[in-house]
């Protein structure tokens, strides 16, 4: 069997078992992950030994399906596979008492399966089939408590804005095969040119919905109406990291026209989205919008002509935010909210987990030694190395100010205040164990970049200037959001960053509003057409029981009637048929008196 198989069959066999067998879902779910994720591992190994591999199936005519493990699809496996298995881990505890589990652990395996498959996909149409099934996936795990108020319209919401910016790929895709004549993702990206600029812009607007970029943030911080182990897979190695990997992947292909349009959406989005997390009042959606902000940068480093320091942040970033939304979800277990009047003093309540908690936010603020430390600066040094590249220069620090401010403000609302007891247990347990790993990987994975680098052969800029840039920048947000309210810090512009900065209504006015507007119509159109069929099935009906009537009472009667005629008369003239010779003979006499009184009176006649 092929390696790639081994990572994608356990977790997709498994979510089919959980479906089929009914049974505590958690073990399978576990198994599922605990398989894939020594199968990605291998197809690193293999990297590393220079080896690669190849999986062809059956496609279009000259398009053939294919999935492909090469160092980068290798380091994505393994960064999906390990953030899955560690959230699993946390799910176990969080979902116990949940009477959906099964549901929960099914989806959430079908969706890890998506995951790899547009990870190690090798062609286009693979990648689309990917692309779809996450989008699928992600709004039923959002959407998964739907009987809660709200939760069905953020689920609906988070589909409309990725499915309306969806149309970009595969327009930019239709472009990229047109002008290579293959759907291999390799061979495509050797385009260049007008089909290069246009395919590039088009998947930029793909990886804005999907990485909820400006203007298509809100949804994300909507999307936290789902469990938070969702929240945590899919701020994290999955969902919204699917448009940062696309442009990862294509960012060889992007001319310079495609690649400031890129730098320019991710340094806006980064200043935006981290000003909305400072105004934030609940911890989920802080760092939903903290979620944002930091892909903002990887956009920032693609933009800025370093797409392996985009990759470095990304994973960084996967363990570090993953541990923080899965640190949010313990606080929330004990306090039953996320808001943050109910969260005052709910460190203090687990102080191990607020711990760890410090450690996955000092390393998104950029502190060393730990792992955002190095992936921050990396991207700092990018952009000042970039020709032209100041200004981008001054977003990714303005984004690490931001970042380290609303990370302090989240700290000391969970630290002040008075406990009120907290809990433990073997819920407790698991999911403290599962934060715990993905804590340590926060903190540690800086010592295995230049390994990563190497493998992908490319090294990213170094510059001292970014690293003391960086660090100033990190330590001033860390002491104005500790000390100074987030109101105060953002003035007159608090209003309009608790609004998320929405013009004209933002894309709910653009978006959402004209798409419901839409299906409200062709609903309306459909119900029309329905009732119309439904008039003339009726009519038809009334004309077939009237000519069912006639039928019956006329034609049917007639026919009946005749037969009924003949069969008596037939009845009465087989009677005749007596065989007694003296009665032929009376009947042949009275017959020749008849036919001789027609032939006499045939002349008076006429």
Known sequence: M??????????????????ALRRPPEILALVGVSISLPASAMLLAMAFAGKGYTLMMPGLPGMPLLLVSDPLSAVLSVLV??????????????????????????????????MQVLVLAGDWLTFLGAWELIGVSSYLLIGFWYRKPGVAGAATRAFLYTRSADLGLYLGVFVLIGAAGTSNIAA?????????????????????????????????????????????????????????????????????QALVVVGIVGGVTTVIAGLIALAERDLKRLLAASTSAQYGLMLLAVGAGAPVVALLHLIAHAAIKSGLFLGAGVFQHGRGSTAFKDLAGAGREHPRIFAGFAIAALALAGMPPLAGFFSKDAIIAATLAAPGGIW????????????????ARALALLWRGAPQGG???????????????????????????????????????????????????ALAGLALGWLVPGGRLLGPLLPWARRGFA???????????????????????ERGIYEAVLAVGRHAMRIGRGTRTTDEAGIDGFIFGLAQATQAAGRRARRLQSGFIHRELALTIAATGIIAVVLLAAPLIY
């Open 392 to 407: 981008m220069a001054v977003l990714a620090l303005a984004g690490t100010v931001l970042t380290g401010a609303y990370m």
């Open 188 to 256: 495509t990206l050797t385009t260049f040119g007008t089909p290069a600029v246009i395919g590039g812009l088009l998947l930029l607007l793909a990886a804005m919905g999907k990485s909820a970029q400006v203007p298509m943030q809100d949804w994300l911080q909507r999307a936290m109406a789902g469990p938070t182990p969702v929240s945590a897979l899919l701020h994290s190695a999955t969902l919204v990291a699917a448009g940062a990997i696309l442009l990862i992947r294509v960012a060889p292909m992007l001319p310079p």
């Open 2 to 19: 092929s390696p790639l198989l081994l990572v994608l069959l356990p977790t997709l066999v498994g979510a089919l078992l959980i479906a």
């Open 81 to 114: 596979a390990t953030v899955a298995t560690l959230v699993m881990v946390h799910a176990t505890g969080y979902m116990r008492k949940d009477g959906e589990r099964r549901r929960f652990f099914a989806t959430i395996l079908m969706f890890v399966t998506a």
């Open 423 to 473: 809990e433990s247990g073997e819920e407790l347990m698991w999911m403290g164990l599962g934060m715990g790993a993905l804590v340590a990987l926060a903190a540690g994975l800086g010592a295995v970049f230049p390994s990563l680098e190497w493998l992908l052969g490319d090294a990213p800029p170094v510059s001292t200037l970014a690293m003391l840039l960086g660090l100033v920048a």
């Open 503 to 525: 013009v004209a209504g933002g894309m709910d006015g653009m978006v959402l509003r004209p798409a419901l507007a839409m299906a409200r119509a062709c609903d309306a159109v």
